[in-house]
C-alpha cells in the first residue's frame, strides 16, 4: 500500500520561502515522482518532477529559478524547496507518484494536499 504524506504548507508574505514534504511509505522508486498545484477554479498543474533515470529534474516555466526539488531516498521523502515566492504561487499543492512527466491523469498515488498561501 502506498501511501504520500505532505507537509510544510503555510501562509508567507511575497518574496518569502517554504520547503514542502512528501513522505513515501511503500513506494518503490520508479517511473517519476512530482509535485503538482491546483488553485480555485484552475486545473492540476504539473510544477516539478524527478523521473528514474533522467539526468536532472524538469520544472514549470513558472517556477524555474525559484523551485528546486529533491530526494531523500533514505527517508522516502521528497522534498520542493520554494523561494522568491509570489502570489500565483497560491495553491493546494500535491505529491505525486507512479506516474510520468507532468501529466496528471498518469501519476497513480496521491497524496492529500498541503495549502501554500502568498500573500502580497
Known amino acids: 500500500q502506498v501511501q504520500l504524506v505532505e507537509s510544510g504548507g503555510g501562509s508567507v508574505q511575497a518574496g518569502g520561502s517554504l520547503r514542502l514534504s512528501c513522505v513515501a511509505s511503500?513506494?518503490?522508486?520508479?517511473?517519476?515522482m512530482a509535485w503538482f498545484r491546483q488553485a480555485p477554479g484552475n486545473r492540476r498543474e504539473g510544477v516539478a518532477t524527478?523521473?528514474?533515470?533522467?539526468?536532472?529534474?524538469d520544472y514549470a516555466n513558472s517556477v524555474k529559478g525559484r523551485f528546486t526539488i529533491s530526494q531523500d531516498k533514505a527517508n522516502n521523502t521528497l522534498y520542493l524547496q520554494m523561494n522568491t515566492l509570489k502570489p500565483e504561487d497560491t495553491a493546494m499543492y500535491y505529491c505525486?507518484?507512479?506516474?510520468?512527466?507532468?501529466?496528471?491523469?498518469?501519476?497513480?498515488?496521491w497524496g492529500q494536499g498541503t495549502q501554500v498561501t502568498v500573500s502580497s
Open positions: 524527478f523521473c528514474t533515470g533522467a539526468g536532472t529534474p
Open positions: 511503500g513506494y518503490t522508486y520508479s517511473t517519476c
Open positions: 505525486a507518484a507512479g506516474g510520468w512527466w507532468f501529466i496528471a491523469a498518469d501519476y497513480t498515488y
